[in-house]
């Protein structure tokens, strides 16, 4: 058997929020509660599980999507006046995307701190 991702915890002050949030960018669902957590499925595979019974430490996340949603998520990233996004960490968060390895990338600061990398070629 191939070895796949099948969930990881995100934690957050406030999980409602936190996978709202993350949901609205990604064009996905939040999911029933599952104990303590709240999924976000992000693919067959995969779900972000939110947690916010333990202190936040901001992580980071990457995302390999495909042209289409990557022009879904700028669209809302656009009309979103309060969330930061931006080309890199070394621009810091200037309402640009980057252009690395032959596609287009963004990364996006979610409330609770982490950072969200969306990418349509792997680096």
């Known amino acids: 058997m191939s070895i796949v991702l099948n969930h990881t915890i995100v934690r957050a002050a406030d999980k409602n929020a936190a996978?709202?949030?993350f949901a609205e960018l990604m064009g996905l669902t939040v999911g029933a509660p599952t104990g303590p957590f709240l999924p976000v499925r992000v693919n067959a595979d995969l779900t972000l599980d939110f947690d916010d019974r333990g202190p936040v430490t901001p992580e980071?996340?990457?995302f390999l999507v495909d042209d289409d949603r990557f022009d879904a998520v700028l669209a809302r990233l656009e009309r979103w006046a309060d969330v930061r996004y931006g080309s890199g960490p070394e621009q810091g968060w200037d309402r640009e995307i980057n252009r690395l390895a032959g596609g287009r990338?963004?990364?996006?600061?979610a409330p609770d701190g982490h950072s969200y990398e969306l990418f349509t070629a792997a680096p």
Not at 105 to 109: D, R, S
């Open 105 to 109: 990338g963004v990364y996006v600061l």
């Open 60 to 62: 980071h996340y990457g």
């Open 19 to 21: 996978a709202t949030f």
